[in-house]
């Protein structure tokens, strides 16, 4: 097994591989998924329900704090940033959540992921280090059906090794949709297994996770400030910033990172 990698090093590979730094994701687009979820367009709620009043100038002041986007609301065009230092703020946090939940007796956790083509990676490696260390993974819903909005394919919640997605019948898909979480915590409350101690996911996974009171912690891209929004508001616990769809192996050193960072909290 690799060793991990510093958080020096670790900081230079996230701007390296554009993780974190000088990201994919366009001013552009991260202004226009500003105002749709100041205009509580749902498909940028992730199935949160905001107490604030949450304006663009709101949401874009909280994203440069909590993600570190470019806080001049004059720059509307071309690069946006992520800070580093923010992404491995983030990450101590996330592990040190989840290492506090493995502490429990018989933690029962929930891994879900709307980014089967970036971050699916990190998810398999968090269930691979919680199930290890005693957690129990829940898989609720199995072949639960949706209808997806587009195209209005037929979706189904599908686990690969512990971690629920949705596919449409022949290809796992990025979602945003909060109704598979909703469908998963309610079979459990029908089943009397009541909730989980923690959910590890990201979109409408942890969204619907955290509305719901259920501890949550996630991913978020820079265009994807509905589950800030979330954090600031108390309702998911920790929300790491990076770009979340890049290639896969990028991810390893920070999986590695946040493995390490997990055990040594036990």
């Known amino acids: 097994m690799q060793t991990a990698p510093s958080r020096d090093e670790l900081r230079e590979h996230l701007i390296r591989t554009r993780i974190a730094g000088d990201i994919a994701t366009s001013r552009e687009n991260n202004l226009d998924h500003y105002r749709s979820l100041a205009a509580r367009d749902p498909h940028y709620m992730f199935g949160l329900t905001l107490d604030g009043d949450w304006t663009y100038r709101d949401i874009l002041a909280l994203m440069a704090k909590s993600a570190g986007v470019i806080p001049d609301p004059e720059h509307r065009y071309g690069q946006d940033t992520i800070d580093p230092d923010r992404t491995l703020d983030a990450l101590d946090a996330l592990a040190d959540r989840v290492a506090a ?124 400030p509905g589950l800030f929004v979330g954090e600031a508001e108390g309702k998911i616990a920790v929300t790491v910033p990076l770009d979340d769809n890049v290639l896969p192996r990028h991810y390893v050193p920070m999986n590695q990172y946040l493995v390490s960072r997990v055990l040594s909290g036990l």
């Open 101 to 224: 939940v493995l502490r429990r007796d018989d933690p029962r956790i929930v891994v879900a992921t709307g980014h089967p083509t970036g971050l699916l990676t990190t998810h398999l490696a968090l269930v691979r280090l919680v199930r290890d260390h005693g957690a129990t993974l829940l898989t609720p819903a199995e072949q639960c059906s949706f209808i997806g909005k587009g195209l209005g394919r037929r979706r189904r919640i599908r686990y690969l090794d512990d971690v629920a997605m949705l596919d449409d019948g022949g290809a796992l898909v990025h979602t945003h949709d909060p109704a598979p979480m909703q469908a998963m915590l309610a079979e459990l409350a029908e089943l009397g297994d009541g909730r989980p101690d923690l959910v590890i996911g990201d979109h409408g996974w942890a969204g619907a996770a955290g509305e719901a009171g259920v501890e949550t912690v996630g991913f978020a891209d820079s265009n994807d």
